[in-house]
Structure formats: C-alpha cells, structure tokens
C-alpha cells in the first residue's frame, strides 16, 4: 500500500474515530443535561436540514474538485441513502422509517465508519465526507436512542431487513448491471484490507452471505435493546420498591 492510500486503523484513522466518538457522546451528554426530550424536538426541523446539507454539500465539492464519479458516489449506498430517509423522518417521523433507520444506521454505518471502503487519505475530501457523513448519522441516531428515548418496534429488524432486500435485489443489483457501478457491492466485495472480508465466497454467492450477516446483525441488536430495556425496567421497578417500603 502506498503511502498516498488511507491506511486502516493508521494513526489518522484511529485518530479520528476517537475525536469525533468523543465530540459526539459529549454534545448528546450535554443535551440529556439542559434539555428534555420535549424541548430537544423544537430543533428537528434543523437536525433535518442538517442531515440534507450532510447529504448534498460532500458531492458537491466533489464536483467541485472534478471527483465526482457517477458510478459511485450517487446516493444509493445504505448510508447516502439514510442520509436522505433521515432528513425526511426528522420533519415527518413515522415508526417504520425509525425502524429502517435504526438497523441500517447503527449496522451499516458504524461499519462504514470503523471499517470504511476509503482509497484518499488525510486531509482529502473523501476522507471527511466518509467519516463526517458516517459520524453524523450515528450521531442522529444515538441522541434519537437516548435522548428522545426512541425504540425500534418488535419487529422493526424484520422491516429494517425486507426493506433492504427489496431494494438491493430489486433496484441495486439491476441498477449496477446496468451502470456498471458497485453500490451496496452488489457485484464485488468492498476493497478493504479487513481480514473476514478475504473470506467472502465469489460473486454472486456472497450476496446471500452479506444478507445474511445483515439479518443476524439486526436480530442481535434487536435482542440486545430487548433485554436492555427489560434490565433497565426491573432495576427500575426494584429501586421503586425498596422506596416504598423505606
């Protein structure tokens, strides 16, 4: 690898990953402390149109620099599309947007931003659109989680997973034939120097596999918020009884 390529887990990645983590727990911290969840809605319609400028202004500086790509960088990997899905929940939610957004975010996105499919390294522009757009996503969705108290619906994984399927199956792949681009790497794997991605069987028999990572990824975050909340409720319930009866 050269030395002009992003390097996994490099300084600079590392780096990033822990500014940018920190900077974002510390402003949700902050606004769990001198707002309620009431107060934080009145800056939805903002957070929406923070979430469009996050999808608009990286592609166009990159028209700007001449690095715009057609074949790539239309919005239509998971993540540009959350993007998009995000404004639009942020002015008109819906239960069953949240549920898609929730698993595709926090799966699709936190891959994205731990292990991104990222060629420029250092201070290029597709070095911060990758971490700045992932981040901010996350960001969104962890303060919708803790500060607004959100939760995915009991069956959300399964809405969050049929809504992918459909539209990698139905419109991707078929867009990619066509176009000859590669979203969701729908015809070849990310170019990633990440260990169990060498492990993925060849094209087309790794499309099964990744639909099936993505469904035990959701299911599994799907139990964990269960017996989170579960946990959270009888210690709750239990703190309340110990007062009653002091």
């Known amino acids: 690898m050269s030395a002009e390529s992003f390097i996994l887990f490099g300084k600079s990645h590392l780096l990033t990953l822990v500014l940018l983590t920190f900077i974002g727990f510390f402003i949700i911290r902050k606004m769990e402390q001198v707002s ?13 149109f923070l979430a469009l400028l996050n999808g608009v202004i990286w592609r166009m500086l990159l028209v700007e620099i001449g690095d715009f790509h057609p074949e790539q960088d239309l919005p239509l990997h ?14 008109f939610p ?20 731990f292990i991104p499919d990222l060629e420029m390294p250092f201070p290029h522009v597709r070095f911060f659109a990758m971490f700045i757009s992932h981040g901010l996503l996350i960001f969104f969705m962890v303060y919708l989680y803790r500060a607004q108290g ?30 000859g681009g590669n979203y969701l790497f729908a015809l070849e794997p990310p170019d ?40 959270y409720q009888q210690e709750h319930r239990h703190a309340k009884s110990e007062t009653i009866h002091h």
Not at 205 to 220: D, K, R
């Open 94 to 113: 819906r239960q069953k947007l949240f549920d898609v957004l929730f698993y595709w975010i926090m799966t699709g996105s936190v891959l994205g931003f």
């Open 150 to 179: 959100l939760r995915p619906s009991p069956t959300g994984y399964q809405t969050a997973f049929g809504v992918l399927t459909t539209y990698a199956l139905g419109f991707v792949l078929p867009f990619n034939l066509l176009s």
């Open 36 to 48: 309620s969840p009431l107060s934080l809605k009145k800056w939805h319609s903002r957070f929406g």
């Open 78 to 91: 998971v993540c540009s599309l959350s993007t998009f899905l995000l404004a639009i929940y942020f002015w």
């Open 192 to 231: 990633v120097d990440f260990v169990l991605v060498q492990f993925l069987p060849p094209w087309p028999w790794y499309i099964p596999v990744l639909l099936g990572f993505f469904y035990l990824a959701f299911y599994s975050l799907h139990r964990a918020i269960f017996h989170q909340d579960r946990r």
